[in-house]
């Protein structure tokens, strides 16, 4: 290859031999490449903060999935968190408990809200699909409580009464106190946390009665119950807006209020934990959000919201 004619610097060509020529052109050749280079190194090294969280696996988009029970409060954390960390993006939706822990088991969610625990076959499922385990966090407290709209007079139902009620083997008011009214039920439907966790503490797991009407979200069963003079329905403590919560005895026992001393206390028979669900070890802005969400911050929201903060020996 031919160098003839090269300028380096204010010397002309002419003036130098064929080997100085050369001499100068490997010169300039490799002071480019060593340039050239450097500055690739510090692209590389600083670069595009996305091409770097897309290489490293770290995003700061959450997708939260999972129970209507808890959607509400999810909501709620979410914008708190996003207002205390710019940048951040969570993105929160329902559909149900087994909704989101199915999402988690397939990968479209990072994180799964429900309301009853996970269940031995999704654990199982999670790590044959994942190569990861489930991690549960309690991140707050709830009274599953029994709602009749606020005209019906009565006070407080068995968990048998309720059973019998629920499985379409009690079929009026008046054979538990009430007026001569045929009971009409409102329930969930069965992919709902709240669904699963009635069926098996109060039903025992037998089936509802068919002629029980599945509605998509506690807001929906409140109102349903809060329109319906025979109304009875059973949901979140935190939806009970237009509706009455009647007493809940467990067989033997006085009738307990859902309130927040009872439930944290144990005494309330359909008192549980809210859930949030990662696979394996939550990391990244799934680790900085759960932190928040069990702090003291993160609590006052439950609060607020009408659920009950945990109890300090449950976090």
């Given amino acids: 290859m031919s160098h003839r004619g090269l300028r380096v610097g204010a010397i002309g060509a002419s003036t130098l031999t064929k080997a100085q020529q050369n001499h100068w052109f490997f010169l300039f ?33 959450l997708t939260i999935k999972g129970s209507d029970t808890m959607v509400i409060l999810a909501q709620k954390w979410a914008q708190a968190f996003m207002s205390a960390n710019p940048g951040r993006v969570l993105q929160v939706s329902g559909g149900g408990s087994g909704t989101g822990v199915a999402a988690l088991i397939n990968g479209t969610a990072d994180l799964a809200n429900a309301s009853r625990p996970i269940k031995d076959k999704e654990r199982k499922q999670l790590s044959k699909r994942r190569g990861v385990e489930a991690h549960e966090f309690r991140v707050a407290l709830d009274s599953l409580a029994v709602y009749v709209p606020a005209a019906n007079k009565i006070e407080s139902l068995t968990i048998l009464q309720l059973k019998k009620i629920f499985r379409g083997q009690t079929t009026n008011w008046k054979d538990v106190g009430g007026e001569d009214r045929e009971i009409v039920l409102y329930s969930r439907e069965n992919n709902s946390g709240t669904y699963a966790y009635f069926k098996e503490h109060v039903l025992d797991n037998e089936d509802f009665a068919a002629t029980a009407q599945t509605l998509p979200g506690t807001a929906a069963v409140i109102n349903a119950v809060s329109k319906d003079p025979a109304g009875i329905g059973y949901g979140g403590i935190a939806y009970a807006e237009g509706v009455r919560t009647v007493k809940v005895a467990a067989e033997g026992s006085k009738p307990v209020e859902p309130s ?15 859930n949030i669900y990662s696979a394996g070890e939550p990391t990244g802005v799934a680790k900085e959000y759960l932190d928040f969400v069990l702090s003291d911050e993160g609590q006052k929201v439950v609060e607020g919201v009408g659920y009950y903060p945990l109890p300090k020996e449950a976090k």
Avoid at 262 to 270: F, K, Q, R, W
């Fill in 29 to 61: 050749l490799a002071a480019a490449l060593s340039i050239s280079a450097c500055t690739s190194g510090k692209r590389s090294e600083g670069g595009d903060p996305s091409q770097s969280e897309a290489r490293s696996g770290a995003s700061s988009t």
């Fill in 260 to 274: 927040m001393e009872n439930a944290t206390s144990g005494t309330y028979p359909l008192s549980r934990f809210l």
